[in-house]
């Protein structure tokens, strides 16, 4: 089972890239320093090449605006959001309420 770096979803479709990319790096025997993702989806690439040291740094960009966000409150709002999680109770009905509009969100905080 192949793990994937990237909390977003459907890493599987960007992880064949990412397998053929690291082999296109070896074969012609280049170290980039930077990939830029020009269309962000769920990172997969860019966290992947970043974790085998292919790469040393990172650009993406996206018009997922729900993307966009995420990425700003895991670098600008760590804290923040990491306290959030902690607080948030796992349960089915907790599930349930996430998949709700943004105004159910909204109730307990988290928009």
């Not at 990237?6 to 890239?17: A, G, K, M, Y």
């Not at 998949?99 to 988290?110: C, R, T, V, Y």
């Amino acid at each position: 089972m192949k793990i994937y770096l990237t909390p977003l979803r459907f890493p599987e479709i960007e992880s064949r890239l990412l397998d053929y990319i690291e082999r296109l790096i070896l074969s012609n025997k280049i170290q980039p320093d930077v990939i830029i993702e020009p269309f962000s989806g769920s990172d997969t690439i860019s966290l992947g090449l970043l974790a085998s040291n292919k790469v040393k740094k990172a650009l993406i960009n996206g018009i997922n605006p729900f993307i966009t966000s995420f990425w700003r409150a895991i670098f600008k709002y760590n804290d923040e959001l990491v306290g959030k999680i902690q607080k948030v109770n796992a349960i089915l009905e907790k599930y349930k309420l996430f998949n709700q509009p943004k105004k159910e969100l909204s109730k307990i905080g988290l928009v």
